[in-house]
């Protein structure tokens, strides 16, 4: 399809409290609170030049309202629209000006059950990038990634490729050769989505750019010195696949938020998709140390479009194998 999706821009998370989400992700990550009312924060790293990337709304239960693409032009809305309505998904418009900065915006649910936000305009802000003096804690440069656990990554896989023109960095194979594990990209990094096989579909993280590991170091330093090292889950590490070098943290609600730097250039055509063993070790850690069983079981629900409800989960299609290896 002739659609241009630029990159993953947005979330939309539901929390039960704002001020410890503020301490969190302002005081403790370094976000720019752009604006907030008394339900909503909304907040972009310093390199961002658009009003948010992340979406804080206050409600009863932790959940993923919408995962955010932007493209490059309304018109790529409407042939999206188009598409997914042909095929069956559920679809709806949020008219510009119904959600705080945002341009018309279409919501719909993908082929495995993630509810989706498409946009081609959100108001302008501020890039601090170079406003060194108002950089604190982790330093969040900007949003580089979504990460899925569903039910059926092949499905997931050739839906994206095919449809909405992603391309694949890397993945990961089970020794019948089914796919585990995907990396999809837009912009010329690793990613911009991955699928990994489990109970789904469920938010597992959304990594955020860090400019080099001593950032990342230096992250840990500061959530520790705030009392957060309980929420420190995964990490420091470096991932053998994508190269990552990576921090994973629980927010206040659980949602599991990635600090990230280590990305390498996808951009040649000839650049052909790197492939990972499942059972090989160097895969998940390159170092060799190994993950908590909740980086493996736990992840957030997301919530249909049309229903608000969580989406029920299904098991993930392929079978599970050792935890140290699921990744
Ligand atoms: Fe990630």
């Known amino acids: 399809m002739d659609v241009n999706i630029i990159r993953c821009a947005r979330t939309v998370l539901h929390v039960r409290d704002l001020e410890a989400s503020r301490r969190f992700y302002v005081e403790a990550l370094g976000f720019i609170e752009t604006e907030s009312d008394g339900s909503h924060l909304y907040l972009r790293g310093l390199e961002e030049h658009c009003h948010h990337s992340i979406v804080l709304k206050k409600k009863a239960e932790p959940a993923v309202e919408a995962l955010g693409y932007k493209v490059s032009c309304a018109e790529d809305l409407d ?133 080099d590991p001593l950032a990342i170091i230096h992250a840990c330093d500061v959530l520790a010195s705030m009392g957060y090292g309980d929420q420190i889950e995964r990490g420091p590490g470096r991932h053998g696949l994508s190269n990552a070098f990576f921090l994973y943290l629980r927010d206040p609600d659980g949602h599991r938020i990635e600090l990230y730097n280590g990305d390498y250039l996808t951009s040649d055509p000839d650049f052909k998709p790197i492939r990972w063993d499942i059972n090989d070790p160097m895969r998940q850690t390159f170092w060799g140390h190994a993950a908590p069983d909740s980086w493996f079981e736990e992840a957030m629900p997301v919530l249909d479009i049309q229903t608000d409800k969580p989406v029920p989960l299904n098991p993930g299609k392929l079978k599970q194998h050792k935890p140290t290896f699921v990744i």
């Not at 081609?120 to 979504?146: C, N, S, T, W």
């Not at 699928?195 to 959304?206: E, K, V, W, Y």
Request: charged share 25%.
């Open 79 to 211: 042939r999206l629209a188009a598409m997914f309505s042909e095929k069956g998904h559920a679809v709806s418009w949020l008219e510009k000006g119904s959600q705080k900065a945002m341009g018309r915006a279409l919501r719909v649910m993908d082929i495995v059950g993630l509810p989706l936000e498409f946009f081609a305009e959100i108001e302008p802000a501020e890039r601090m990038l170079q406003r060194y003096d108002l950089y604190k804690g982790a330093r969040v440069q900007r949003i580089d990634h979504f990460n899925c656990m569903v039910s059926d990554v092949g499905a997931a896989q050739e839906f994206y490729q095919n449809e909405l023109g992603f391309r694949c960095s890397e993945y990961t194979n089970t020794p019948e050769g089914d796919v585990w594990a995907t990396w999809l990209h837009r912009k010329q990094t690793v990613h911009d989505v991955a699928f990994m096989n489990g109970p789904g579909p469920r938010l597992h993280h959304i990594g955020f750019w860090l400019p």
